[in-house]
């Protein structure tokens, strides 16, 4: 046992660092190193550096124009990019609707649409939850009914998280007739957004920020030419990725990152005239936050090797959502606790990037309390960890 | 031994209530919070009317007799529905300070208008670097002649934008942080010298960061004798800490019964989610916080009202567990609404910010298990 990196590994991460030394645009690593937020266009224009660098599609395989990288440089890549404070990708595009396509698409399909998915130069949304379709997406109600060469599409999806920027969205939608079994009704989609018949309206989240907003379709026409795949294996094609697309997602670099950071943080914090850092009940706290991360890492870094041996990320991969959302989550509430008072200021401006007003309290302090309430989302999107721990119940306990 | 709350109580609390219930549904209260100045000077004035503006005062000082019972069970009303109207600042802070370190003549002078509603304040004591220590004062105030000119800069000064007066703690003697040394000024915010920088607050609150740049008072505007203002602080802070704690318990009261509403009422699988035993189990831990949260509360009041000395401990232990509860039942409400209940539509949400500024105010759960650990 050993977890050393090959001396092609070390080059790698070396050539990693260069690049984002020098082309990681500052404005977006202070941005995102200091939790602000950053808008479309520094998004847009980040994922298109990293296009130009052929490192857009990290997943993709590398007939389509991906990374082909193995899991550890997958690994090397998210720890560096936390520590440069390079933003995640928005992952609708790249990450969620891509491999849908490259898998399942035709061939058409691919050539029409992978390319501006890779470039970002099309913005997508994830139109899969209901008002009433959460945990059970299956049955979602949206129905999608054959019209000649078009389908007709009526229903309501709702928290399609940054939707009010989208050109495209993929969506589930129920397709067949009333016997059709709830699995077995539901069709993979792709609808152009730019359509009157669509309206998006604003959802604003506890930070007081539009982040998700809740689509209708009012007799939508999409062409039938834009299914994926089979009418009716749309819950197949969904799942498949659901499990297949988890590297990353203990966020386990990011929280180091954070940690790192907050440490520093309670070291110049005064308590009494002694460093916050130096307070038994806080430093108690700090360690029991660090040495979960730190199982976690290893428990992220025993399933990656699994991956690299060949096997398929299995439902232990529910460990890690359920894990990082926690420790993520008591990273930022720690953020709270440090900044004190200077939790309670809530001025929207001061967490944008470009700010140039008088700030109230200090920087770091502006976003803790917005953040650590916005982020209790994460517990609840992406399978919510209750339904991670039925998952793991099911599947891994055989309960 | 006895628990009940006698009959003048009863109707206290039947009046809050009831207008809470009647006046303080989440819209209009979200109204408010996005009003001009962030509180309803109707309900103010309504709230002098029905005399609860004197509830924090002495029957010698024309209140009602300033009981913590009495304080605890108006801001758990108040807690249920989240009143954003600063009648913790102004009556039992501002007043309180004055009531308890003021002269005859400043009292005489001011709580007639605090009582009926005509007088705002607040109570300007943190600093950027004192966290929760009430002792750690870095603005000083240096007597000149008959006057005192300050120099300084306080944070977070709830209700320091609509206050007509503020009371600053000023150091006047000591290093920065001596217990003693440290005075009291009573000052209109809008003297020269003071700048107040407005803003909202995470929980639908107003506060200021205010500026004092040579700030010229007269030495007749002490509260309380030089240097020696600590004591005073200390019990008023604490009094405040008790009427959070009762706040919460308040809120923590509507969101465990709002939870385990939704959950019957919300369906996924074709059933309740109440009928799931993984979330019955949760909202019976919340609904136990909520209990203990509650006992502990009444511990405090009953041991402010019986002063004998042991308050000060009562009062961290009550802040430390109401603390505990009130991450446990807010986190928890929110996860058990999903999506919806971190979105700004739902009252769930707002109920959570203010159970998380509670645990902060006037010193975190931590400092309070260590404060009681201390005493
Ligand atoms: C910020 C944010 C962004 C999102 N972005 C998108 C997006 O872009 N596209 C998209 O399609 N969706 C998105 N979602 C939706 C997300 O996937 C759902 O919120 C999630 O599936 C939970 O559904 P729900 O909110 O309806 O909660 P519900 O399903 O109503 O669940 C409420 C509570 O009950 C629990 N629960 C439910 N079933 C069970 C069970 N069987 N056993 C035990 N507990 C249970 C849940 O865990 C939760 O705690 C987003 C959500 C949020 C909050």
Redesign the interface.
């Known amino acids: 046992m050993n977890i050393d990196f090959s001396a092609e590994e070390l080059a790698f991460q070396d050539e990693v660092r260069q690049f984002l030394s020098t082309k990681l645009p500052a404005d977006i690593s202070e941005g995102t190193l200091k939790g602000l937020h950053l808008g479309k266009e520094a998004h847009v224009r980040w994922q298109q550096i990293l296009h130009a660098q052929g490192w857009a599609g990290v997943n993709w395989p590398v007939e389509h124009g991906g990374t082909g990288w193995t899991p550890t440089q997958k690994y090397i890549w998210s720890t560096e990019c936390a520590n440069a404070g390079a933003p995640d990708v928005v992952p609708f595009g790249l990450k969620m609707v891509a491999p849908v396509i490259y898998s399942y698409g035709n061939e058409e399909q691919k050539k029409r649409f992978l390319p501006d998915i890779l470039a970002s130069n099309v913005w997508w949304c994830q139109g899969y ?1 209901e008002p ?1 379709a ?3 997406l299956a ?1 979602l109600r949206t129905t999608a009914v054959r019209d000649g060469d078009d389908y007709l599409v009526n229903g309501t999806k ?2 399609t998280t940054l939707g009010q920027y989208a050109d495209w969205i993929f969506c589930l939608v129920r397709t067949g007739d009333s016997n059709t079994k709830n699995q077995e009704a539901i069709t993979f989609l792709l609808i152009d957004m730019n359509d009157p018949a669509i309206t998006v309206s604003p ?4 930070d ?1 920020l539009r982040e ?1 907003n809740e689509i209708h379709f009012d007799n939508v026409r999409v062409p039938a030419a834009n299914r994926i795949g089979e009418e009716g294996k749309g819950w197949t094609y969904a799942k498949v990725l659901l499990t297949h697309e988890r590297t990353g997602i203990a966020r386990v670099a990011a929280s180091k990152q954070k940690l790192a950071a907050l440490k520093v943080l309670a070291q110049s914090t ?4 002694e460093a ?1 850092l130096d ?1 038994p ?2 430093a108690q ?1 700090l360690a029991e936050v660090e040495i979960e991360l730190l199982a976690l890492e290893y428990t992220d870094l025993r399933a990656l090797s699994a991956v690299s041996t060949g096997k398929a990320p299995g439902p232990e991969s529910s460990i890690l959502k359920i894990t990082g959302t926690e420790v993520g989550q008591a990273i930022d509430e720690m953020y ?2 440090v900044a ?8 929207k401006e001061q967490f944008m990037v470009g700010f140039e007003g ?1 700030p ?3 920087e770091e302090a502006a976003n803790s ?2 953040h ?3 982020n ?2 994460a ?3 992406g399978g ?3 339904i991670q ?1 039925n998952i793991i119940s099911k599947a891994v306990l055989g309960l | 031994m006895d628990f009940s709350y006698n009959d003048e109580q009863q109707m206290l609390r039947d009046s809050v209530s009831k207008f809470v219930h009647q006046d303080y549904d989440f819209d209009s209260r979200r109204k408010i919070v996005d009003s001009e100045t962030g509180y309803s000077k109707e309900h103010w004035a309504l709230f002098a009317e029905l005399g609860w503006l004197m509830v924090p005062f002495s029957e010698d000082d024309g209140g009602l007799g300033g009981s913590a019972v009495d304080l605890m069970l108006v801001m758990e009303e108040f807690g249920k529905g989240m009143v954003v109207e600063p009648f913790l600042n102004t009556a039992v802070i501002g007043g309180g300070l004055i009531a308890d370190a003021g002269s005859d003549v400043q009292k005489q002078d001011l709580l007639p208008s605090v009582m009926e509603g005509q007088l705002q304040l607040a109570f300007a004591f ?1 600093e ?2 004192s ?3 009430l002792a ?1 004062v870095d603005t000083r105030a240096e007597l000149q002649g008959e006057h005192y000119v300050i120099n300084g800069k306080k ?2 000064v709830l209700n320091g934008e609509s206050a007509d007066k503020l009371i600053v703690s000023v150091r006047t003697a000591g290093a920065q ?1 001596d217990r003693d040394g440290i005075s009291l000024l009573l000052l209109d915010a809008d003297t020269a010298g003071i700048s107040r ?1 407005a ?5 639908g609150q107003r ?1 200021a ?1 205010v500026s004092f740049d040579n700030v010229k008072v007269s030495a007749e505007q002490l509260l309380g004798a030089a240097g020696q203002a600590l004591p005073s602080i200390e019990k008023i802070i604490d009094r405040a800490t008790l009427a959070v704690c009762a706040e919460a318990v308040g809120s923590m009261e509507v969101v465990y019964k709002k939870t385990v509403e939704y959950t019957q009422t919300r ?4 059933v309740s989610l109440a009928s ?1 035993q ?2 019955q189990h949760r909202m019976v831990d919340m609904f136990i916080e909520y209990e203990q949260a509650r006992s502990i509360l009444m511990m405090a009041a009953m041991q402010l009202d019986a002063g004998e000395g042991l308050a000060p401990k009562a009062i961290s232990a009550a802040k430390s567990r109401v603390g505990k509860a009130a991450r446990k039942v807010g ?1 928890e409400a ?2 058990l609404h ?2 919806i ?5 739902l009252d769930i ?1 707002h109920y ?2 203010r159970l ?2 509670v645990q ?1 105010l006037y010193g ?1 759960t ?1 400092f309070h ?2 404060r009681f650990a201390s005493l």
């Open positions: 939850s009433n959460g945990s059970d049955s709702t928290w959802i604003y989240m506890l007081g998700v005064s308590n009494g005239g916050l307070n009940a806080f706290k709270v606790e004190g008072y200077y939790s309670m200021p809530f001025v008088d109230v309290g200090p309390a917005p650590y309430f916005n209790r989302k517990s609840i999107y919510s960890n209750e721990k | 943190t950027a670097q966290r929760y220590n750690d944070a977070v942080r920088q803003y909202a607050t995470i929980d506060a960061e369906k996924q699988f074709g799931f993984a979330l986190q929110v996860q999903g999506g209940g971190v979105t700004d539509e949400g959570f910010k998380t500024s902060y975190s931590d298990t260590q």
